[in-house]
């Protein structure tokens, strides 16, 4: 397995595993001694980097990674993240955000209990709260780190601005947001600005939601639970619209023997040393596959190629309901 780290010293594998998807946001739950399987099958080819949150489900994620680590302890690194206003006791979760220091500092608790160990490798704010000032929230896990509870910490969905001040503070080690040839506004500022830092990125939705595995058009049918049903650019017309970016996708495969999510993730790597991209799964084969694009080496004339041909694609549809891009890039 290829290394890359994050930031200047947390090394983890090319690619990372997304589990939010096993238990959450895509239609029901899958089986868990499924998903353990399929997460000790990640572990045995090579990936030892997972990634949860208190959010997905709530909890029930956490404790399924939890479980599923617990033979490796301590030689994985494990992302979870704080942020969204979940009850401590109920796990009932609100409509709004909760940055609030004290209120960090139970989450990790929680979130150790869940996870079953001793640090948290890497602890993301999931949003940025814009009742409390970063600088607090950093305070909150400047505390953790010196306690021992936090290795790591970062940012999702943050602005320039915010990272700098957070940066300020306490170095920020990763950043995650959505990135791919679907969602490429992070290439205006953000990647510029976490080159200068020195801050690793974190693409979710590489494969656009897997729209980008080419497994999708205007007649796929989702589960009534699947968020994607709730997202601008997943109506029928929205993927009819979008669908010259697949066929992009689709023609450059063909051509290298591979499939397009292999091209989607291989151009994502190709991008930055230190872009490590989480493309979730809940089947062998497509963990497989997505692994795959670690290997697939693109050139400068693949990459000028796929580069040309997608700035004349004009991506429809927003990526995001209206109330959940609202939490993004403060």
Known sequence: MKMRTLGKTLEVSALGLGCMGMSSAYGPAADKQQMITLIHAAIERGVN?????????????EELVGEALASVKGQVVIATKFGFDIDLQTGVRGSGLNSRPEHIKAVADASLKRLNVDTLDLFYQHRVDPNVPIEDVVGAITDLIAAG???????SEASVHTIRRAHAVHPVTAVQSEYSLW????????LPTLEELNIGFVPFSPLG?????????????????DFR???PRFTAEMRKANQGLVDLLRGVAAEKGVTPAQIALAWLLARKPW???????TKLHRLEENLGS???Q???TDLAVIDEAAEKIQPQGERLPQAALAMTGR
């Open 49 to 61: 980097f997972f990634d949860t949150a208190e959010a997905y489900g709530p909890w029930i994620n």
């Open 149 to 155: 509870k936090v290795r790591h910490y970062g940012l």
């Open 183 to 190: 969602w490429r506004e992070p290439e205006l500022e953000l």
């Open 209 to 225: 939601a897997g729209f980008l595995t080419g497994k999708i058009d205007e007649t796929t049918q989702f589960d009534s639970n």
């Open 229 to 231: 049903n709730h997202v």
């Open 275 to 281: 872009i490590v991209p989480i493309p979730g799964t």
């Open 294 to 296: 670690i290997t697939l």
């Open 298 to 300: 693109l050139t400068p």
